[in-house]
């Protein structure tokens, strides 16, 4: 791709936020959209707000304003779907507040003054949408957390778990996590497992970079950093075909290693989430 690229990002705010997304920070996926000095050409979310609840609970109301501000601050355009109620014969109220159509009519609109579409989301309703741009000259990329829809990573041109970026979702109990450190906490993937050996190695986006496509971490120019991983530091529950699985979201600490410079191993290694499981 050009230096210049003119980037859309649309983003399925409530599709995220029940899908493992909650807390993703918009300052983060703006950095990460802008990667190689692309120009930001429309930045764009679609958030759920329930009118009725926020007239009898004052927290909710308040709560929802203050973070739509903070949205706002970082340069977004929020386009607010206020939540309907819909009764069925047996008296069961269900709620909805889609933003789907809204997405797709916005980005399909504006694909002639962009390059390059971030969609976030795992709504596979979106696999046509993502044709049609593509038709229209557009590079399609898709971040999703969990429940994504297969085909529709399938169809785009990159797709990113939201889990592995840095920083993108915080960890809850790490306020002051910096990733990728000596101790810190980080998400990532097992890239080699030797099971009679008791050993392997994991691999971390080590920093956001336009050379995502550069996975070897030996390779110059690499984001990626990898990390020895000793039999002895995994779970109980991790078994060794979800190791083998690039699907399998392990998170884990990091440190320097005792025998190699430069290293890194990993400690604590758990499951944080196997995606599309």
């Known amino acids: 791709m050009s230096s210049y690229c003119r980037v859309g990002v649309f983003v399925d705010a409530e599709n995220v936020r029940y899908n493992g997304g909650y807390q993703m920070r918009y300052d983060v996926l703006r950095r990460f959209a802008a990667r190689g000095d692309c120009a930001l050409q429309r930045l764009n979310t679609y958030m759920a707000f329930d009118a009725e ?57 504006q694909a002639d003054k962009l390059d390059q579409v971030l969609l976030v989301t795992g709504d596979g309703d979106f696999i046509q949408v993502v044709n049609a741009l593509q038709n229209k000259g ?37 306020p002051r996590n910096d990733w990728g450190k000596p101790a810190s906490c980080v998400r990532g993937v097992c890239t080699k497992w030797i099971a009679d050996k008791g050993y392997g190695f994991l691999r971390i986006m080590d920093h956001i970079s336009p050379d995502l496509w550069i996975t070897d971490p030996r390779a110059e120019g690499s984001p990626y950093t990898s990390v020895f991983c000793h039999v002895n530091e995994l779970a109980d529950d991790v078994t060794e075909d979800q190791l083998m699985n690039r699907e399998t979201i392990l998170e884990f600490y990091v440190n320097e290693s005792e025998q190699k410079d430069n290293g ?14």
């Open 264 to 277: 890194l191993v990993a400690n604590n290694v758990r499951l944080a989430f196997s995606v599309n499981r």
């Open 53 to 109: 609840r926020a007239r009898e609970d004052q927290e909710y109301a308040k709560k929802s304003r203050t973070y739509q501000q903070m949205v706002r601050d970082f340069g977004w355009k929020i386009t607010v779907k206020l939540v309907r109620r819909y009764t069925d014969e047996a008296g069961n109220v269900t709620t909805k507040a889609n933003a789907d159509l809204d997405m797709a009519v916005d980005a399909m609109l």
């Open 138 to 174: 557009c590079r399609v990329e898709l971040i999703g957390f969990k429940n994504v829809s297969r085909q529709l990573q399938q169809e785009v041109d990159a797709f990113y778990s939201g889990f592995l970026i840095p920083d993108l979702l915080p960890v809850s109990y790490e």
